[in-house]
Nanobody
Framework: HVQLVESGGGSVQAGGSLRLSCAAP????????RRWERQAPGKERELVSS???????SYADSVKGRFTTSQDYAKNTLYLFMNSLKTEDTAVYYC???????????WGRGTQVTVS
């Protein structure tokens, strides 16, 4: 089955930037939706951003103007560009894709982002 791998997380000072990537090495599949979610300690998982097959994006109010999501179809990779990071952005970030074949969602294992 499809396995997603996130990368690019790490520790950064407030005001800094990070780029997260989400790929599925060795897999070829069509997606009918992609999104980023995050979960901070002691909080529920929340939707950060989403991007449709047509490229339409949406963002949580808390990250609008600071985060940008994009997808590279040639590399089958999803990105999350995070700028002007705040301490409240600290969380584990997960990517998720919706497989067109099943219309079900698949999640990666997450990557830690720590802003201090």
């Amino acid at each position: 089955h499809v396995q997603l791998v996130e990368s690019g997380g790490g520790s950064v000072q407030a005001g800094g930037s990070l780029r997260l990537s989400c790929a599925a090495p060795g897999y070829a599949f069509r997606t009918c939706g992609r999104r980023w979610e995050r979960q901070a300690p002691g909080k529920e998982r929340e939707l950060v951003s989403s991007i449709s097959t047509s490229g339409t994006t949406s963002y949580a109010d808390s990250v609008k103007g600071r985060f940008t999501t994009s997808q590279d179809y040639a590399k089958n990779t999803l990105y999350l560009f995070m700028n002007s990071l705040k301490t409240e952005d600290t969380a584990v970030y997960y990517c998720a894709v919706r497989l067109c074949e099943t219309m079900g969602w698949v999640w990666g294992r997450g990557t830690q982002v720590t802003v201090s």
